[in-house]
């Protein structure tokens, strides 16, 4: 028997998650293999993230806006079903708990610094308490508490300096911490897709547009966040980009996905793997690094293809050269996405998989083909599949940038 760290008594502690249970289900559901890593240790594998908090009765109080925020914002958000989103006090109190949970949790580091700021934060854990117990009204926060709702289109054009990762870190990693600096205090964590802040100090740091959490309301794009935060967010990828796996645990991921290659494919880290690939190839002239052994912004060798005739290729060479490698497809449109003028037989855009790497090329009529993107395949996936992979998602791009071009 110990003391809940909400209501003070003494009672059996249960295994309280810091990140909800039905976070996690998802993400083992979703991902490439069944097992979860945290970036501190990528070695451990993590069915949960939890530590002996809370009694059973606020447990279960945490869990009713859990399940609140599952099915009416986590789980239409994550399947594209909604864009706007009806909510009322639980999703304050839903927000309010887990940042509540990050800060007085065994995670927690901000009270490791000798801060000036310390003593505020225990005087707003205090006032979150009475809030989360009922004792006090919401209106007596004088936080903040934000979401942000991020998905690929917004990445897709976001800045071309964005950390290598952080389309995997936005749609695929949980993270928490909190965000100190000098004059500054706050807590801060995702899920996938989804971004939360509770100011502290101070209380209103600005940078944030329709994201603020009343004890009602609607949340709806358009969303942005202030450069503040953009950084803060390029900072936590990079972090998250530097952890690598050892050799060996390296080889039991790699088995698990041989074992079931499709799950790898249908996964949503794939997803955010190929949507950081789209986002270098669409944010820079690669004519501008062609022939430097490595482009600053997507890291490829953007070079000419000699052995590509200098031309488009019509649909019957493309048929020719897949006969020839282990997957070759080009962008066609269709004809009724365009106007009459333009041709559907010819393509400006290949994808090509060799037995290790699958390339995006792109012709250019005074320099020929020129490699825009370049992705080596890991050892267990066999290189038309990763060809078919990328180019399904490069198709799907192309065919909508065709509508929206010619108003089909």
């Given at each position: 028997?110990?003391?809940?760290?909400?209501?003070?008594?003494?009672?059996?502690?249960?295994?309280?998650h810091?990140?909800?249970r039905?976070?996690?289900?998802?993400?083992?559901?979703s991902?490439?293999?069944?097992?979860?890593?945290?970036?501190?240790?990528?070695?451990?594998?993590?069915?949960?993230?939890h530590?002996?908090?809370?009694?059973?009765?606020?447990?279960?109080?945490?869990?009713d806006?859990?399940?609140?925020f599952?099915?009416?914002?986590?789980?239409?958000?994550?399947?594209?079903?909604?864009?706007?989103?009806?909510?009322?006090?639980?999703?304050?109190?839903?927000?309010?708990?887990?940042?509540?949970?990050?800060?007085?949790?065994?995670?927690?580091?901000?009270?490791?610094?000798?801060?000036?700021?310390?003593?505020?934060?225990?005087?707003?854990?205090?006032?979150?308490?009475?809030?989360?117990?009922?004792?006090?009204?919401?209106?007596e926060?004088?936080?903040?508490?934000?979401?942000?709702?991020?998905?690929?289109?917004?990445?897709?054009?976001?800045?071309?300096?964005?950390?290598?990762?952080?389309?995997?870190y936005?749609?695929?990693?949980?993270?928490?911490?909190?965000?100190?600096?000098?004059?500054q205090?706050?807590?801060?964590?995702?899920?996938?897709?989804?971004?939360?802040?509770?100011t502290?100090v101070?209380?209103?740091?600005?940078?944030f547009?329709?994201?603020?959490?009343?004890?009602?309301?609607?949340?709806?794009?358009?969303?942005?966040?202030?450069?503040?935060?953009?950084?803060?967010?390029?900072?936590?990828?990079?972090?998250?980009?530097?952890?690598?796996?050892?050799?060996?645990?390296?080889?039991?991921?790699?088995?698990?996905?041989?074992?079931?290659?499709?799950?790898f494919?249908?996964?949503?880290?794939?997803?955010?793997?190929?949507?950081?690939?789209?986002?270098?190839?669409a944010?820079?002239?690669?004519?501008?690094?062609?022939?430097?052994?490595?482009?600053?912004?997507?890291?490829?060798n953007?070079?000419?293809?000699?052995?590509?005739?200098?031309?488009?290729?019509?649909?019957?060479?493309v048929?020719?050269?897949?006969?020839?490698?282990?997957?070759?497809?080009?962008?066609?449109?269709?004809?009724?996405?365009?106007?009459?003028?333009?041709?559907?037989?010819?393509?400006?855009?290949?994808?090509i998989?060799?037995?290790?790497?699958?390339?995006?090329?792109?012709?250019?009529?005074?320099?020929?083909?020129?490699?825009g993107?370049?992705?080596?395949?890991p050892?267990?996936?066999?290189?038309?599949?990763?060809?078919q992979?990328?180019?399904e998602?490069?198709?799907?791009?192309?065919?909508?940038?065709?509508?929206q071009?010619?108003?089909?």
């Open positions: 028997m110990d003391e809940c760290r909400l209501c003070g008594e003494t009672r059996e502690l249960q295994n309280s810091i990140i909800p039905f976070v996690i289900r998802w993400m083992k559901k991902g490439p293999t069944p097992f979860l890593r945290k970036a501190v240790d990528p070695n451990t594998r993590i069915q949960d993230h530590e002996k908090l809370l009694c059973e009765d606020c447990e279960q109080v945490f869990s806006w859990e399940a609140k599952a099915s009416q914002v986590f789980y239409p958000h994550i399947r594209g079903e909604k864009e706007e989103f009806e909510y009322g006090e639980w999703l304050y109190k839903f927000v309010l708990s887990v940042s509540w949970r990050l800060l007085v949790s065994e995670m927690a580091v901000w009270h490791e610094e000798d801060h000036p700021q310390n003593a505020v934060v225990e005087e707003r854990l205090e006032t979150w308490e009475a809030i989360l117990l009922g004792e006090k009204p919401i209106s926060d004088p936080s903040q508490h934000h979401i942000f709702f991020a998905d690929e289109i917004d990445l897709v054009k976001s800045d071309p300096g964005a950390p290598e990762g952080f389309e995997v936005i749609q695929r990693n949980l993270d928490g911490t909190s965000v100190y600096g000098d004059d205090i706050h807590a801060y964590f995702k899920f996938p897709r989804i971004l939360f802040f509770s502290i101070p209380q209103d740091p600005g940078g547009t329709g994201t603020r959490i009343d004890g009602e309301g609607i949340i709806e794009q358009p969303q942005e966040l202030g450069e503040l935060w953009g950084s803060f967010l390029y900072g936590r990828a990079e972090i998250f980009g530097q952890v690598s796996m050892s050799e060996s645990e390296r080889e039991k991921v790699q088995d698990r996905i041989l074992e079931d290659p499709e799950r494919f249908e996964s949503d880290y794939f997803e955010a793997q190929l949507a950081e690939m789209r986002r270098q190839y944010e820079h002239d690669l004519l501008d690094y062609l022939d430097e052994e490595e482009c600053p912004v997507c890291f490829t953007h070079r000419k293809v000699d052995s590509l005739p200098n031309k488009p290729l019509t649909k019957s060479t048929e020719k050269l897949d006969e020839q490698l282990p997957f070759v497809r080009g962008t066609f449109p269709n004809p009724d996405e365009v106007v009459d003028e333009i041709p559907t037989h010819i393509t400006d855009v290949l994808v998989s060799t037995k290790d790497s699958t390339r995006i090329l792109q012709f250019y009529v005074d320099h020929g083909w020129i490699v993107e370049e992705r080596e395949h050892e267990e996936v066999e290189p038309e599949e990763f060809g992979a990328a180019w998602k490069y198709s799907e791009d192309f065919h909508r940038q065709m509508r071009r010619f108003g089909r």
